[in-house]
T-cell receptor
Framework: RKEVEQDPGPFNVPEGATVAFNCTYSNSASQSFFWYRQDCRKEPKLLMSVYSSGNEDGRFTAQLNRASQYISLLIRDSKLSDSATYLCVVRIRLLSSGGYQKVTFGIGTKLQVIP | EPEVTQTPSHQVTQMGQEVILRCVPISNHLYFYWYRQILGQKVEFLVSFYNNEISEKSEIFDDQFSVERPDGSNFTLKIRSTKLEDSAMYFC????????????FGSGTRLTVV
């Protein structure tokens, strides 16, 4: 099983639609979770951190399910400008190794919002 | 908004040559990182740097690679004896608090080895 797994898509949705992405992770020691957005040939940009209680930022809602080891991103009322690749990022901190940490990116899910 | 600055934006080099990629992290950030992304593939962690030393490195970051913080602002990645497969986008990132605030990425240096 991959450390961080995402459906690469593409997800083609009409403007105004609601779309959801999931990301699964394999290591139960994972501690921090993030969603990044990456436009074509650009750098990743932090979209939002993902907290255990779930969090919302405008049209974007992120959820964490530790029991099933996945995080999700929900985008409501999709805009053309939401077209991008959404990267799931998982950070593991293993205290037994003196604070070793590992950050793993998923391959990303490509979203295309259609007029 | 503060940003991470990388230079050059594009570097073409011949196989076997050495390259130095430069980064200026955000000034109040203490954690620095290099990542790479081969075209069409996922972003891969190379190395993290804190308190003037490497804190973690991946299996990709072998003896061919080194990092330096030569002064209070620059953070460099040196790749010795470049190979064709080193061609990728190299991103520098910095963070104030990696556990809670994630990372701010620079716009990247596209390295092409010919």
């Amino acid at each position: 099983r991959k450390e961080v797994e995402q459906d690469p898509g593409p997800f083609n949705v009409p403007e105004g639609a609601t779309v959801a992405f999931n990301c699964t992770y394999s290591n139960s020691a994972s501690q921090s979770f993030f969603w990044y957005r990456q436009d074509c040939r650009k750098e990743p940009k932090l979209l939002m951190s993902v907290y255990s209680s779930g969090n919302e930022d405008g049209r974007f809602t992120a959820q964490l399910n530790r029991a099933s080891q996945y995080i999700s991103l929900l985008i409501r009322d999709s805009k053309l400008s939401d077209s991008a690749t959404y990267l799931c990022v998982v950070r593991i901190r293993l205290l037994s190794s003196g604070g070793y940490q590992k950050v793993t990116f998923g391959i990303g899910t490509k979203l295309q919002v259609i007029p | 908004e503060p940003e991470v600055t990388q230079t050059p934006s594009h570097q073409v080099t011949q196989m076997g040559q050495e390259v130095i990629l430069r980064c200026v992290p955000i000034s109040n950030h203490l954690y620095f990182y290099w990542y790479r992304q081969i075209l069409g593939q996922k972003v891969e962690f190379l190395v993290s740097f804190y308190n003037n030393e490497i804190s973690e490195k991946s299996e990709i970051f072998d003896d061919q690679f080194s990092v330096e913080r030569p002064d209070g602002s620059n953070f460099t990645l040196k790749i010795r004896s470049t190979k064709l497969e080193d061609s990728a986008m190299y991103f520098c990132a910095s963070s104030e608090s990696p556990e809670t605030r994630g990372y701010t990425f620079g716009s990247g240096t596209r390295l092409t080895v010919v």
